[in-house]
């Protein structure tokens, strides 16, 4: 039985010679003078899972909830972080506080290829459908061209080789005239219409259009492919350059979508997972898109552990410890809070520069625990954050 | 070839005989005076896909665009009506504007079963955590019945047998407050905590709160087991009354999710249509909740469409005409539009009362569409309204 003593004044810490020895043995606590102290969460978990037993200045037994209740005063979330913290250790993996370990060298982003598009004069004309926002291009010649090399637009019924029209939704609408000089003629006044009033429109009647279509283009001129992501739960699905909706006859299939996480916009985790979800169950990957910060704009937003994995040795995969690099910013958050794009990229940023990984720890009302992986990435030249967010299973 | 006129008094008809028999075989437009007139969209879809060409009173050919500019300013959605129109007509269906048909009679609907509960007065306590929105409860015999009889809260580790503690969330632990008798005791402060004090921190510190809570009774009452439906994209996963954790050491599967959505909330639709796409990728029920509506509150949302599918004769499977009773009141929305709690119960009474089952036929930025049954069901006693939401190919 591990034995544990609690003061006011000192905290917890262990002192007994069998005691010391299971803690060292496993990376519990912090060595000084001859005691381990422990901090709240590591205290807790052993009474719960590791029999330990925890004794006040009094000689009086304290309980998970009679110790905790002592510190939820200093750790608001309490709760939230312990249940992170247990979910981790209780894999049989090493978990420390933040403030425990040294920064580290900053590891290289993950880049994307670009190509440049050179966008031609078109000669044509598309009917702007304004309540619907959609246009409709009539030049089959046309709009059989735009469909093939860029795959804009719809030509003709979605996987079937029927009908000549091209349909274009506001994005494409917006794009084709911003770069491509096609002209737009509004269906219910025969005016043309600039990009630019085409896009006010748009901002008008749909939220986010503004921070969407910025995304949106991004991608485009530096040659993806973008297409609506609403099969796949998401704002767009995106294909590397070069890809063609019929190469060979073959229907190509996207590998990744993309979601559109304004930084003003706050999040509940749910509906943020739920999204992340619904890639996942489709075995795509899942690309977060945020507005860059200034540098103002960051925020300190609380991290609380740095987590260790496994490494493969000459004798099989073996738990990592804190005498290796650690691996993840563990950060703990529960199902039903909110997080900005703000805080995400503030997270991002610190986890980069200690060179981990971000790990989002979600507990849910059962206190199950999802983990997310976020990984930042470059598109060349953007003036936007993109991350790509991962399901995983320490 | 179909042979069409358009005026702009007399609006759009056939007179060629050729043209008069093929478009009442397959039910398109109206007959009068030995003309048949066609709605908009009819004509929209002749000209795209049936070959049919259309002369202005000048003999002009009417492309798509020509003829649609004349339509667009009375008919807003147009574009959006045409895509639904046309995939349903695509698929070899019938589907009329709703002024041409008759009302119905009304359908049952389905009842869901219920059975009451009996709530015992508990002698224990447990520690509410407030920044965590966690109570723990430490009785361990107390614990274990809480959690096999009314598989409330989660004692020890999910789905493991390790742990005494029984962790409630914020809906358990106010319900047991409420119904149960259970003593909340608050972890900051020591002293005892009634359940609407709870109830109202929670709803300071969480979106919608109290309309996820006053569901999350309505069903508990009712003897079903209401737990998280994190992993599954939605509020709450439910379990028909009588259910247990570990029946015979087996974890039973829930099959219905249940999502709120409270009637005051604006959802888009492609949020809306990701909820039940998780719930469909993981074989269960998508089951929504809304508030009940005054008789003052309900509206009149459009719609424009009756959609018919096939039926099974002696020859086979053959499709249904203006002559069966029709299927589904077929209302046309676009993934980028928003719809609100009272919308969807201004539609789905509408459908009721003309015995017609809902679908929403979402038309995407690709335009292609996904179709969705809505279905009303009863919670006995409940002043609550839900339907079950399915995904639907025709």
Redesign the interface.
Known sequence: MLELKFDPKKGIWAEEPDTLEKLRKNYFGTEKNGKIYLDIEEALFLI??QNARCKSPDGKDL???QL??RF??KE?????KYNAYRDWR?RGLVVRRLEKIKARKTKALKRYPMRVIRPEGLEADA?W??????S?L?SKTLGKQLFEEYWIG?FG??KQD??S?L?L???ETVFLAEHFGLKIIN??T?EELKAKNILSQVIRE??YARQLYDIYEDWRLRGYVV??G??F?S?FRIYFPGASPAKEGKYVHSKHVLHVFPKEQKL?I??W???V??AH?VKKTFILGTGKLKKKEYVDYPTDFVAYRRKKTKQGWVRETPEDKPRYLLVPI???E?IGGVELASLLKKAHEMGLELLLS?T?????I?YYVLKQIVLPGSKYEYYEIEWMKP
């Open positions: 719960n899972f309980g998970f909830n905790a209740s939820v005063g608001p979330r309490l709760f939230i209780d009917v459908y304004p309540k619907s926002l959609f409709v009539q719809q019924i979605y029927r009908g029209l349909k939704d506001f994005f269906g219910e025969g749909r939220e297409k609506t609403f099969k739960g704002h509940l749910s509906e997972a739920r999204a979800r619904v169950g529960a199902e039903d909110h979600i849910d009302r059962e206190t199950a999802t």
